[in-house]
């Protein structure tokens, strides 16, 4: 199974993080399933790449720590594919929504930590 993570600190009031989030994740083209205040969880549309490589997308969003100027979350990639290639698709999505987070113009990116 194919796993990837990583942690940002972004600065965005927290009330305003979860909704953009999930927009961000639409516009990554997935299926937003569940969601609520301190997480989301969404997935790779079907059609384009075999079951096994469907990817899942989990957003967790430390609502403990945050503070009126930065908040953190965390972001958990995977699929059952095995990661025999480094470039796998797995991995192209998690670098994918990475991306979309560190240059989204809804925050400022004061830290990020990939795992």
């Known amino acids: 199974m194919a796993r990837y993570t990583c942690s940002f600190i972004v600065s965005v009031p927290i009330e305003h993080l979860q909704p953009l989030l999930v927009d961000l994740l639409q516009d990554c ?15 790779e549309i079907p059609g384009t790449v075999p079951f096994s490589k469907l990817v899942k997308v989990e957003v967790l969003i430390d609502k403990s720590t945050a503070t009126e100027t ?8 995977k699929n059952e594919e095995l990661p025999l290639q480094l470039d796998n698709h797995c991995r ?21 930590l990939a795992g």
Do not use: P
Request: charged share 25%; proline share 0%; net charge negative.
């Open 29 to 43: 083209d997935l299926d937003v399933q569940y969601y609520t205040g301190d997480y989301i969880m969404a997935r």
């Open 70 to 77: 930065e908040t953190r979350l965390s972001i958990v990639v």
């Open 92 to 112: 192209q999505v998690f670098e994918f929504v990475k991306q979309a987070i560190e240059h989204s113009r809804h925050w400022h990116l004061i830290e990020s």
